[in-house]
């Protein structure tokens, strides 16, 4: 059977209730779908690497059909690793659409790989994981901008 496996490659840091909602629409149109947690060692992360890790596949304990792995340098390498096709991505603005472009060409050029690019659902258009971080910071209760059942230690 020809699998049709596509990598979400982010930081995640956290993974908001837009990730969530990009993998669950995203669900139907693939066999697997990689969630690729990226490792940038120059980035200071707010979570660290194996929380945000963990964190992300406690929230997908229950379906096999998505996998969680950390990984650092190109996004083409570890798709190729776990034998993704396809690069899947999130569209909330036009400034998002600018950057995910650029990334979908070069990804293309260099490896073939395709992207598939979903637009945010309108009530999730604004949240972004800096502005969850920020909240954070402030005290702020982020319960609903976090998936149902996605916890994490800070
Ligand atoms: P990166 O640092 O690679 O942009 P992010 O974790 O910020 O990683 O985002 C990963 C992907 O999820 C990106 O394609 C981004 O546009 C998308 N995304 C982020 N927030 C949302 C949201 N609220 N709705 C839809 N897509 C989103």
Redesign the pocket.
Known sequence: MNQHIAI??????P?????H??VERALPLFNKIVVAV?MNSKKHSFLPEIDRLDAIRRLYANEPRVEVIAYSGLTVEAAEQCGARYIL????TVK?FE??KTLADINRKIAGLETVL????PE??????SIVRELISLGRDVTDLLPPGYTFEI
Request: proline content about 3%.
């Open positions: 979400f490659p982010g930081s995640f840091d993974f908001t209730i837009g990730h909602s990009i990226g991505r999130g569209v909330r998002d950057y995910e979903l637009y945010t659902l999730y258009g604004s949240i972004s994981s």
